[in-house]
């Protein structure tokens, strides 16, 4: 009897797909495809879709054994149990499908948790935002409000003391107020409530209707009903110390709000009616305030129930609130692709506002060039990088040391990025030590963190960062030390450098002759020779970054950067 052989073609089971061999016909094992995972606790095991807020790879095309990767992972679209993130359906193959809820934004990097939208910010649900949408100039956020933040008309509100007209906060006019917040939606938001008949207010913009406190002509009160309200005190422009005067429970002294930084709870003549000054650095947050609640410009409290302190570096507080802001992060698009975010810093503590923050690394401007034009030998350093381009870049520039300027060039090319670094001494302002000195232009972080416009990079933010080039002084004299930002110059040469010009003849002229010109990342000052603007040159493959100092209480670089 004639054996005959018999091939049996086996068939993935429904919703698995074959992974091919080598042959690229024969099945040699059976997978879940991208958007489902295996469920290993149904029998048989079968491969279901992945559920809304991940995102499933699939099994792994390269199984060959019962032991591979078969099933695949589900891989949630939160981070490390945070919330904010989710898809729009399930089925989601890879992270890009991971989007962000309402009132949150993506992640600042791929991979980390979504972004909550504070303050008067929000961000629609199933939005694809890098950062929370600001609401419109005048509009803002209840101090009470515990919504969630995406709906523009919620968060979003005319604040007291305002009204609603054609799409602009007006402040109420004389004579009107409004306690309370309201939604531009609201009819009522277009009025403001009249004071009591008699009475008008003292400035425009009033929040409460106590201050409805100042009597109309044709009115009057008796003389021994009138007490002093609080959140006022008695008021006398003639004494020497207007808000403390001599005989402070005399009736015919006028009363007036007290100023910011002072309060009253009294409300008669018979107790202490003149405004006191808020203590230990604390504050208040409006005229007439009837206690301290927040801490001073430029102080801020650790923890509740800590004591206002000066800010920190890398904060600051405008008096409005409790606590120190962090300077805001600044995200610069590099030639790589993803761009590279730095956080924020200042040069002093104790700050008031946002205008005091730079970014910590900056990129140089597109507009100024690629690199500064430096000679060679001011780098002095080649740093070591591998991975992939963006985490090459950010080696390089993260390599920089923290107390000192730092200037890091970036090439790619064929074979690799490559790094090397100009290190500098930071100096004070003053020029009398007779040292060459280089300043750098920096940007505001506030106004290059909120917008994506190269234009934005190239603003100044006033500050110049003030580094040692003694050792260069005759290569800077020369010209060799960057390039001049008029492009006539620079056709005539390279190296042309005009000295002691009436728009760059002392710091503060030079300061403004840059600021205005995009071409320029700075200027520099030669014993013997003066001051000069100087700009950047075009770099194929290439990019640079100025690294300021961070400074450390009561160090050396501490001192000199305070005075930039």
Not at 225 to 253: F, H, L, R
Not at 407 to 415: C, F
Not at 437 to 443: A, E, N, S, T
Not at 536 to 550: A, K, T, Y
């Amino acid at each position: 009897m004639n054996s005959v052989e018999t091939y049996v073609c086996l068939r993935c089971r429904t919703g698995y797909v074959p992974v091919k061999g080598s042959d690229g016909k024969s099945v040699v094992q059976c997978v879940c495809p991208p958007g489902t995972f295996q469920n290993n606790t149904a029998t048989p095991k079968t491969c279901v879709p992945c559920t809304t807020g991940s995102f499933c790879p699939g099994g792994d095309p390269k199984a060959r054994t019962p032991a591979d990767n078969i099933g695949g992972n589900p891989m949630s679209c939160n981070v490390n149990n945070s919330t904010g993130l989710t898809t729009k359906s399930q089925r989601s193959t890879r992270r890009a499908d991971c989007i962000a809820q309402a009132g949150y934004v993506l992640p600042a990097t791929a991979g980390a948790a979504a972004q909550e939208c504070t303050g008067s910010t929000y961000a629609p649900a199933f939005n694809r935002l890098r950062s929370c949408l600001p609401c419109q100039s005048g509009l803002a956020a209840p101090t009470d409000y515990t919504g969630t933040r995406d709906d523009k008309l919620a968060v979003c509100q005319v604040p007291p003391g305002k009204f609603w007209e054609l799409n602009v906060v007006r402040d109420c006019p004389k004579g009107l107020y409004r306690e309370e917040y309201v939604r531009t939606d609201n009819k009522t938001s277009i009025a403001c409530l009249s004071c009591p008949e008699g009475w008008t207010t003292q400035n425009i913009g009033t929040p409460r209707r106590s201050l409805c406190n100042v009597l109309l002509p044709g009115y009057q009160d008796a003389i021994e009903d009138c007490i002093v309200a609080p959140g006022s005190g008695v008021y006398n422009g003639n004494d020497t110390n207007p808000w403390s005067p001599t005989d402070p429970t005399n009736p015919n002294t006028p009363a007036k709000e007290c100023p910011i930084g002072f309060y009253t709870n009294n409300d008669t003549l018979a107790t202490s009616n003149t405004c006191q000054a808020c203590p230990n650095h604390s504050s208040t947050t409006a005229p007439g305030s009837t206690s301290c609640t927040v801490c001073a410009a430029g102080y801020g409290k650790s923890q509740a129930g800590a004591a206002c302190t000066a800010c920190a570096y890398g904060s600051y507080n405008q008096g409005s609130s409790e606590s120190c802001n962090t300077c805001p992060q600044t995200t610069f698009n590099d030639f790589v692709g993803d761009g590279y975010t730095s956080s924020g810093i200042t040069f002093r503590t104790g700050l008031t506002g946002p205008e005091s923050c730079v970014p910590l690394r900056a990129q140089l401007p597109k507009p100024v060039g690629d690199r500064f034009g430096l000679p060679d030998d001011m780098f002095t350093v080649d740093v070591t990088v591998s991975g992939t381009d963006n985490a090459a870049v950010k080696t390089c520039v993260e390599a920089c040391p923290a107390d000192q300027c730092c200037i890091a060039e970036i090439e790619k090319s064929d074979s690799g990025i490559t790094c090397r670094h100009a290190r500098l001494t930071p100096l004070g302002a003053s020029i009398a030590d007779n040292k060459a000195r280089m300043y750098y232009k920096l940007p505001p972080s506030e106004i290059a963190a909120a917008s994506k416009d190269v234009k934005a990079k190239t603003m100044a933010s006033g500050i110049y960062a003030i580094c040692d080039i003694d050792n260069f002084a005759a290569k800077a004299a020369a010209g060799e030390l960057g390039t001049s930002p008029d492009p006539t110059k620079v056709e005539a040469g390279r190296n042309s450098i005009e000295f002691g010009t009436a728009k760059c003849s002392d710091a503060a002229t030079c300061k403004a002759a840059c600021a205005a010109d995009a071409a320029c990342w700075g200027f520099i000052y030669v014993p013997g020779s003066g001051f000069a603007l100087r700009g950047g040159e075009s770099w194929l493959g290439g990019r640079s970054f100025f690294n300021s100092p961070i400074a450390q209480p009561n160090s050396a670089t501490a001192a000199a950067v305070a005075t930039w």
